[in-house]
T-cell receptor, first 112, second 108 residues
């Protein structure tokens, strides 16, 4: 049982490049979300999804796009990377009504 | 805005010491989570509790709903307990408010 799988684990981008962070879960969870973790600020919600075809913005959505074409996958896209997006990104999933979240291993992104 | 406040931010302890990490929150909740994040590693859920106390090995979590306060205790601390401990409170839609974390270092 893989749980929540994030790829890649590490990535270095140049300013202006685009990339997609992948997140997949095999638990049939309805809820999926993306967070970024920065020193001294804790985890902040970027985007979330309550089911396939439904996404919404979180606290810090600017510069990021998401889509949810299947229950399993919730990719996060950076359209034009900026140094301010240097962070550790976590994907999480949870089943409706459980309030228990499962986290991926994180992606450490550096934008130079 | 800080819906979830943790203290202390950093904590260094000698091996064997009893450790307490505190979490206060201002939002109404159905359950509070304690998470553990090891250096360079992912995040794992330690406890989810909505009342009273839960124990798992040397870890004990308590919550006081009326006072909106929770504590995580580690008995007989060990260097392998060194990690960041994060308090999380769910809001509507299965999303979470997170504390900024407590970085614990246990020295042999």
């Amino acid at each position: 049982n893989a749980g929540v799988t994030q790829t890649p684990k590490f990535q270095v981008l140049k300013t202006g490049q685009s990339m997609t962070l992948q997140c997949a879960q095999d638990m049939n969870h309805e809820y999926m979300s993306w967070y970024r973790q920065d020193p001294g600020m804790g985890l902040r919600l970027i985007h979330y999804s309550v089911g396939a075809g439904i996404t919404d913005q979180g606290e810090v959505p600017n510069g990021y796009n998401v889509s949810r074409s299947t229950t399993e996958d919730f990719p996060l896209r950076l359209l034009s990377a900026a140094p301010s997006q240097t962070s550790v990104y976590f994907c999480a999933s949870s089943a409706s009504g459980t309030n228990r979240a499962f986290f991926g291993q994180g992606t450490r992104l550096t934008v130079v | 805005k800080n819906e979830v406040e943790q203290s202390p931010q950093n904590l260094t302890a000698q091996e064997g010491e009893f450790i307490t990490i505190n979490c206060s929150y201002s939002v109404g909740i159905s359950a509070l989570h304690w998470l553990q994040q090891h250096p360079g590693g992912g995040i794992v859920s330690l406890f989810m509790l909505s009342s009273g106390k839960k124990k798992h090995g040397r870890l004990i979590a308590t919550i006081n709903i009326q006072e909106k306060h929770s504590s995580l205790h580690i008995t007989a601390s060990h260097p392998r307990d060194s990690a960041v401990y994060i308090c999380a409170v769910p809001n509507t839609g299965n999303q979470f408010y997170f504390g900024t974390g407590t970085s614990l270092t246990v020295i042999p």
